[in-house]
Every structure is written in C-alpha cells, then in structure tokens.
C-alpha cells in the first residue's frame, strides 16, 4: 500500500551530520495532517515521519482520530511489526477478534500476522504514535548499545 502525504513540510527539519530533528507540530494540529491512500482517497489525521526524519530502521506516525471514527478497514503486515503508544483519549483496537480497550499511558505491540483495526468511541480526539519496524531485527537494545564517551557535558551560554 502506498501513501502520499498532503500536509507536510521538510523544511521544518533540521539536519547535522549525525541528526535530523524535525518539528511535527503540536498535537492540537495533528488533525490538519493527511495523508492520500490508494483506493481510500484522503485521511486525515496521519503524518507518516520517515522521509521527514530521515529515518532509516523504523516507521514513525503521528495519528489523531476524531470522536466515533475508525480504521475503515483490518489490515496486517508482512514483515514489520507495530507499537501503538497512546497519549490522548480513550478507543478500543481489534486484533485477531479480541478487543482490547485503550487510553493514555496504554502501549499495545502487534506482530506481522495480527490482523487489526481500531476506533475511538470517546468524545475527545484519539492521539497515538505508532512505530514500525521489521520483526526479530533488534540485536542490541537498552544500554547494551550504548557507548559512554569519555567527553564532560558542556552547554554553550
């Protein structure tokens, strides 16, 4: 599936040798995204962030969905599983039949194969960040990847 973004502006990015930091907007605009699916047409609400980011491991989302709305549609993936971080309102996601309720502070990860969708059936805006990455591919993770330089901490004034 193969999306087109409406709503974004690399220039909002900025870029150092070993960094690109971007500025998504704050999360009362993450409505005014959008993003162009195939067969779907227009969804608001979606920023998809790797090509802003430049990011090279991972897919990054910022998602808000409106009061009563949902995902049209189930869907899964190949190879890449997903986390869901919620940080806003309250809804239900469906994954392979079962329903698990969701709100702020939930996090739920789906591997390749599980079919889901979702809705928010509060009266405020769904906001969640969804991270995407391929299945079984962390090697190193926590501080195992980690390496402590041996350079004291100075801020300029």
């Given at each position: 599936?193969?999306?087109?973004?409406?709503i974004s502006n690399k220039s909002n990015a900025r870029k150092g040798?070993?960094?690109?930091?971007?500025?998504?907007?704050?999360?009362?605009?993450?409505?005014?995204?959008?993003?162009?699916?195939?067969?779907?047409?227009?969804?608001?609400?979606?920023?998809?962030?790797?090509?802003?980011?430049?990011?090279?491991?991972?897919?990054?989302?910022?998602?808000?969905?409106?009061?009563?709305?949902?995902m049209p549609f189930y869907h899964q993936h190949q190879q890449n599983?997903?986390?869901?971080?919620?940080?806003?309102?309250?809804?239900?996601m469906q994954i392979d039949g079962e329903v698990i309720d969701v709100?702020?502070?939930?996090?739920?990860?789906?591997?390749?194969?599980?079919?889901?969708?979702?809705?928010?059936?509060?009266?405020?805006?769904?906001?969640?960040?969804?991270?995407?990455?391929?299945?079984?591919?962390?090697?190193?993770?926590?501080?195992?990847?980690?390496?402590?330089?041996?350079?004291?901490?100075?801020?300029?004034?």
């Amino acid at each position: 599936m193969t999306s087109t973004q409406t709503i974004s502006n690399k220039s909002n990015a900025r870029k150092g040798s070993n960094f690109t930091a971007y500025e998504g907007g704050a999360r009362k605009d993450w409505p005014n995204h959008s993003i162009e699916i195939p067969g779907l047409g227009k969804v608001s609400g979606k920023h998809f962030l790797k090509d802003m980011a430049d990011l090279t491991g991972c897919e990054i989302s910022i998602n808000s969905l409106p009061p009563g709305a949902g995902m049209p549609f189930y869907h899964q993936h190949q190879q890449n599983e997903e986390v869901y971080i919620f940080i806003q309102g309250k809804g239900q996601m469906q994954i392979d039949g079962e329903v698990i309720d969701v709100q702020e502070g939930s996090i739920v990860r789906i591997a390749p194969k599980g079919m889901r969708t979702w809705r928010n059936n509060s009266n405020e805006p769904l906001l969640y960040i969804v991270i995407q990455m391929k299945e079984n591919s962390l090697n190193q993770y926590g501080l195992g990847d980690g390496v402590v330089a041996d350079i004291a901490v100075s801020w300029p004034s």
